[in-house]
């Protein structure tokens, strides 16, 4: 039996799965890791505490597997993107905290990238769109607020990585400074067509080409793990940022299938095939893997709050003491009663990119309790995924047959039901719901040989349940018109 050990550094923990080569997992560790948020729109981690909690877990998944390193055949990687490391090459200390994906604090860089009406020139070259969220801005902020970096970085000392170069560096014990293409991608510094850093935009935002780390394929073949850490040197061969995971982890390997992850933000991902297609929707063109020496492309809607809104009514309201009470207290009434939750706590993502936008919790009467609240939660979930496949229907000529989809939050009946009626899509949901993890190790295990071609891996997805839309059309319509209203009013151009 061949075992595949995939690394998961998300956002909110570090987990280690270990799965044999049909995709059924053996052993699984988790370990939360902490955010700060020290100023409005900030959101940070210690780089430290993501390598010292990812190492922990895959110790202790090895320890409950069963299994010796030396049994695993390979290791994938994925991991939350665009979060921004920077570090001392000499020391392997991080020299800030890590800037998190969710952080806002360049929202004002890219307002002046704007109103000097490079956004085109940057979406063409990137297929991105201006905003806090991508690495570059993070980094920008990082090289003119810390004291001495740029210095340290022009002497070539200060070098930056996204989550995947930060673990990597670590678990080579220095030896690999690399980015892989799909984290490569939405650092809006990566030349979407060459698959190369851009001279320009490096010159343009003053970013040190010597801070960058050397973009590598999908399924490379990076090194081995240093010796002395995990009691065996386990070949580490994929690497892919989470979305791109979970759709390499769903079998969407053909052009027009696509997946939603509700994690701790919602993410639909739509396979475009080897050509990069540019949204006329304020969508973005991402790179979905590089693999056995195709590129292949995707169009990717973000939605920043879907599972996080969950954590709020727990932690902000107290309305629920754990997240998986939210579907019993939801389900207590047949509907919201009219209440609306725009969710726009970090500003609002794809396809409205308002960051200014903020969140907003309206129609409630006297009537109104925690129950109506709690449903209006989970059905903020599916508007705001609802919105991204609109945006895509009109991007590209076929229709979407079906969405497949994985993370937390699908695990929950009721959201499942209200997405597939809100879209009018059939709604399915795999038997193994770790798409994310999957998608990694199933990466490393082509590159490895467990896998001789993609219709190997493709056998490995089987489905648990499809929900059917069941809703009439004036209810649906009904629905979303509500959401547009209150969507209108969240809006920081009202």
Same mark, same amino acid.
């Given at each position: ?124 070259? !990137? ?52 980015? #892989? ?47 002395? =850490? =995990? ?32 994690? !701790? ?6 396979? !475009? ?87 907003? =919790? ?71 719901? #770790?798409? !994310? ?58």
């Amino acid at each position: 039996m061949s075992y595949l050990l995939a690394l998961d550094q998300g956002t909110t923990s570090s987990r280690a799965i270990i799965f044999n080569e049909h995709g059924q997992v053996q052993a699984t560790a988790q370990r939360e890791t902490h955010i700060q948020t020290p100023h409005s729109g900030w959101v940070e981690q210690d780089a430290q505490e993501i390598w010292s909690s990812q190492i922990a877990v895959v110790q202790q998944a090895l320890a409950t597997a069963r299994i010796l390193a030396k049994d695993i055949k390979a290791i994938g990687l994925t991991n939350q993107r665009e979060t921004t490391v920077v570090w001392d090459k000499r020391t392997g200390k991080a020299l800030a905290p890590a800037i998190i994906w969710q952080d806002r604090r360049a929202a004002d860089w890219c307002n002046q990238l704007i109103q000097q009406n490079l956004h085109e020139h940057i979406h063409q070259t !990137t297929g991105l769109r201006v905003d806090p969220y991508f690495s570059a801005g993070k980094l920008v902020w990082l090289l003119q607020h810390i004291n001495g970096l740029r210095e340290l970085a022009e002497q070539g000392h200060a070098i930056f990585g996204t989550i995947d170069s930060w673990l990597i560096w670590n678990l080579t014990q220095g030896a690999e400074h690399v980015i #892989e293409a799909s984290n490569a991608s939405r650092t809006m510094l990566m030349n979407l067509k060459t698959q190369q850093w851009d001279e320009v935009l490096l010159d343009l935002f003053n970013i040190p080409v010597a801070m960058l780390p050397k973009i590598i394929s999908s399924d490379s073949y990076v090194a081995d793990t240093a010796a002395g =850490l =995990l009691g065996a040197n386990i070949p580490i061969t994929g690497i892919l940022g989470d979305q791109q995971s979970a759709l390499f982890g769903q079998s969407c390997f053909d052009a027009g299938t696509a997946k939603n992850t509700y994690g !701790t933000g919602c993410f639909m991902l739509f396979n !475009t095939g080897h050509e990069v297609q540019f949204s006329q929707n304020k969508l973005l063109s991402t790179l979905a893997w590089q693999a056995q020496g195709q590129t292949t492309y995707a169009l990717e809607g973000s939605v920043f709050m879907a599972g996080a809104i969950v954590q709020w009514l727990r932690d902000g309201l107290g309305i629920i003491q754990k997240s998986s009470d939210v579907e019993k207290l939801a389900c207590q009434v047949p509907s919201t009663d009219g209440v609306v939750l725009v969710p726009a706590f970090t500003g609002l993502g794809a396809p409205h990119w308002d960051s200014e936008a903020r969140a907003l =919790l309206c129609g409630m009467s006297r009537g109104t309790g925690k129950a109506h609240i709690a449903r209006a939660a989970l059905e903020s979930i599916a508007f705001q995924v609802s919105d991204v496949l609109s945006a895509m229907q009109s991007d590209i000529s076929k229709p979407l047959k079906e969405l497949r989809v994985d993370g937390g939050a699908c695990a929950n009946d009721m959201l499942m039901q209200f997405q597939a009626d809100i879209l009018n899509v059939p709604v399915l949901r795999p038997k193994m719901l #770790e798409s !994310t993890a999957w998608g990694a190790a199933a990466m490393a295990g082509l590159k490895a040989g467990v896998f001789s071609n993609l219709d190997e891996i493709g056998q490995s997805w089987r489905l648990e349940r499809a929900f059917e839309p069941k809703m009439q059309t004036d209810e649906r319509e009904y629905h979303l018109g509500l959401w547009q209203s209150a969507l209108k009013r969240a809006k920081s151009d009202l």
